[in-house]
């Protein structure tokens, strides 16, 4: 199972000087590739990578993404 130390968190460039939390992941929303942010659940048009500090798996983004009410039709091969 693969990890990451790296996550993108939502960025809005009009206020560079403020710092989210919200964790994104790619997400696929009526067709349409999007940013969704994890504990928002809204979609996010620009993101930041940033190192988190320690490994994060696939499942930790699915659990994460399940916890934030996201409606997942498939839970295979999400993130491919």
Same mark, same amino acid.
């Not at 460039?13 to 989210?20: E, G, L, M, Q």
């Not at 590739?33 to 990578?49: E, F, H, I, R």
């Given at each position: 199972?693969?990890?990451?130390?790296?996550?993108?968190?939502?960025?809005?460039?009009?206020?560079?000087?403020?710092?989210?939390?919200?964790? +994104? &992941?790619?997400?696929? !929303? @009526?067709?349409?590739?999007?940013? #969704?942010?994890? *504990?928002?659940?809204?979609?996010? /048009?620009?993101?930041? +990578? &940033?190192?988190?500090? !320690? @490994?994060?798996?696939?499942?930790? #983004?699915?659990? *994460?993404?399940?916890?934030?009410? /996201?409606?997942?039709?498939?839970?295979?091969?999400?993130?491919?």
């Amino acid at each position: 199972m693969p990890n990451t130390k790296k996550l993108l968190v939502a960025f809005d460039p009009t206020k560079p000087d403020i710092h989210s939390s919200d964790f +994104l &992941v790619p997400w696929n !929303r @009526a067709g349409q590739p999007v940013l #969704l942010g994890l *504990k928002s659940n809204q979609d996010c /048009t620009y993101g930041l +990578l &940033v190192f988190v500090g !320690r @490994a994060v798996s696939e499942d930790d #983004l699915l659990a *994460k993404l399940v916890d934030s009410g /996201t409606a997942i039709e498939n839970g295979d091969n999400i993130f491919r």
